[in-house]
């Protein structure tokens, strides 16, 4: 049965350059030979699982991947019926409706405040940088924060709303530079423990809340790498939120990675093992969302930034292991590496993108002049 699997595997592959157990640096190599009947019946999250439990390696996990999308692959491998009946149930139900908000918070940010910290960069963005006349993962985030304040117009004395605050990256330069006041939301107890010591002194308050408990106005709003989580059946409430709580005049800038399709094609070892409930928004739900609700005043694509960004987090995670494998498995090891490789590759090939979106509730007066 394996050799049948096995030679479906190799044809696929063979699509992409890709051989089984070659010399090229993005050639898969096979140490279970379970792995073709795995990989062909169930997909993604056989392919991901399989990759977890050392059933095969790669040298440049990034490049096979990205080989694999550029030639469509994933599209090409059947289904068993029991994982087509997994994707219709979450197509199905609200997963993320309020009394499900906390369940990304406990599994994927409440993974320890010591791993996102030997990770990410110094002021503890978890969201695509902006790497225009970057050299670093530093200068890049500090550049993604000095570009939101600017298309925000923030000016002292502002009240600003962070929808998705994490540890409050946003808030606490924006507080520093610009002497603004911030309410940040989350749903994770460890960004709010950590980021109220980040941000102790500072006009900066933590509320671990969902979303749809928001109920007061605000002069500008931001929401960075949240959006991602609200899920198709909430978008609408999810702006008309944004829109109550705005004042008239305000601004809105939605940072959300984005799909190229409305084909809600879900990833299920993303679903199971990363970010649970999660989902991806097209630009036809994201307009259709804000209809009579907002003027888009602008729509910024950096997608393939957050390839670099997704790199610079793998170096430092990889370059910080030894510190911090004690809190975790091999296997944890292999997840967040396959994690964050796949996900730099689904930017390298523009499967992916990354939009910063301005908006206002009745059109700036005089046209509102993009920045960049």
């Known amino acids: 049965m394996n050799t049948k699997y096995k030679k479906i595997a190799e044809e696929i592959l063979g699509l992409a350059g890709v051989q089984i157990n070659g010399k090229n640096p993005w050639d898969i190599q096979i140490h279970n030979e379970e792995f073709y009947r795995r990989a062909i019946t169930e997909g993604k999250i056989g392919i991901g699982e399989s990759y977890m439990d050392g059933w095969w390696d790669v040298e440049k996990l990034d490049g096979f991947i990205s080989r694999i999308l550029r030639a469509q692959l994933d599209d090409q491998i059947q289904r068993k019926f029991s994982v087509f009946i997994e994707l219709f149930i979450l197509q199905l139900f609200n997963l993320q409706s309020k009394q499900r908000a906390f369940i990304v918070g406990e599994k994927h940010y409440n993974l320890g405040n010591d791993l996102f910290q030997h990770m990410l960069d110094q002021r503890m963005n978890y969201s695509c940088a902006y790497w225009k006349d970057a050299e670093s993962l530093d200068e890049a985030q500090e550049n993604k924060l000095e570009l939101i304040c600017r298309k925000l117009s923030l000016k002292s004395g502002m009240r600003i709303l962070d929808i998705g605050c994490g540890w409050g990256a946003f808030g606490k330069y924006a507080a520093e530079k610009y002497k603004v006041e911030v309410v940040g939301v989350t749903v994770s107890k460890e960004q709010v423990e950590l980021g109220r010591k980040l941000c102790n002194g500072l006009p900066v ?22 959006f991602e989580h609200v ?103 292999r997840m967040w590496k396959y994690y964050l ?32």
């Open 205 to 226: 308050e933590f509320r671990l809340i969902d979303y749809r408990d928001l109920n007061e106005k605000f002069d500008r709003i931001v929401s960075v790498g949240m």
């Open 231 to 333: 899920g198709h059946k909430n978008y609408r409430t999810f702006f008309e939120i944004a829109n109550k709580c705005l004042v008239d005049d305000g601004l809105f800038l939605l940072h959300t990675i984005g799909r190229i399709s409305s084909l809600r094609a879900l990833d299920l070892w993303t679903q199971k093992y990363i970010f649970p409930n999660g989902m991806l928004p097209s630009a036809p739900e994201i307009g259709q969302g804000i209809q009579k609700l907002f003027v888009m005043e602008d729509w910024h694509n950096f997608g393939s930034d957050y390839d670099k960004t997704l790199m610079a987090w793998y170096a430092n995670f990889v370059a910080h292991w030894d510190n911090i494998k004690v809190q975790y498995s091999e296997r944890f090891f």
């Open 341 to 372: 490789l796949t996900s730099a590759a689904s930017f390298r090939t523009r499967r992916n993108q990354l939009w910063q979106i301005v908006l206002s509730k009745n059109g700036v007066p005089g046209g509102y002049y993009s920045i960049r």
